[in-house]
């Protein structure tokens, strides 16, 4: 059974920071590029982030260049969203994306967790 499971999301004031989780199990990690999603109300789902299956590369969105870091540990089936510098902007739902290097249309999602910037 494939399951992502995002934790780490919160409420921070602005100009704070929070790392999030997303743990996989179900399926082999190191075979799937790993992103982070948002999706603010009334808003469309947006990339956050990506890493590569076995980390060398990464991207960002603009908005995130310079205060969000994404990594992964593929012996923990983990990939981390380091994010720095929030800002009330920053909130939204918080979605994990795993995408197959083999058959980009085997993608899985998970559940999202919150995150709400705001003094």
């Known amino acids: 059974q494939v399951q992502l499971v995002e934790s780490g999301g919160g409420l921070v004031q602005p100009g704070g920071s929070l790392r999030l989780s997303c743990a996989a199990s179900?399926?082999?990690?190191?075979?799937?590029?790993m992103s982070w999603y948002r999706q603010a109300p009334g808003k469309e789902r947006e990339l956050v982030a990506g890493i590569t299956s076995n980390g060398g590369n990464t991207n960002y969105a603009d908005s995130g260049k310079g205060r969000f870091t994404i990594s992964r540990d593929n012996a923990k089936n983990t990939v981390y969203l380091q994010m720095n510098s929030l800002k009330p902007e920053d909130t939204a739902m918080y979605y994990c994306?795993?995408?197959?290097?083999?058959?980009?249309?085997?993608?899985?999602w998970g559940q999202g967790t919150q995150v709400t910037v705001s003094s």
């Open positions: 179900g399926f082999t990690f190191s075979w799937y590029a």
């Open positions: 994306n795993a995408k197959s290097k083999f058959r980009e249309t085997l993608i899985y």
